[in-house]
């Protein structure tokens, strides 16, 4: 845990046993955490989690390994030179 990912909550006194640190996850850490939560969920046979497209990035379920467009541009074949 990251000082940065506390916070104090005290009410107006001069007593240092009475703050309280809280942990306050960031979005990526509660998202992973969720993640982790519907992927045991889903090892459960019959039934059926649904993830957001946030969290399915997450998982990793969608991977970017399409070609770009500049190669699809030149695997075209020109079929006016055949004839």
Do not use: W
């Not at 379920?61 to 006016?80: C, H, K, N, Q, R």
Request: aromatic share 8%.
């Amino acid at each position: 845990m990251n000082t940065k990912d506390k916070i104090t909550v005290t009410e107006s006194t001069d007593n240092v046993s009475d703050i309280d640190i809280v942990y306050v996850p960031s979005k990526k850490d509660f998202l992973a955490e969720v993640v982790y939560v519907k992927d045991i969920d889903a090892m459960t046979p019959g039934y059926q989690v649904e993830f957001d497209p946030e969290e399915a990035e997450i998982a990793g379920f969608f991977p970017e390994d399409a070609i770009t467009e500049e190669d699809a541009i030149e695997s075209v074949v020109d079929l006016t030179d055949i004839g």
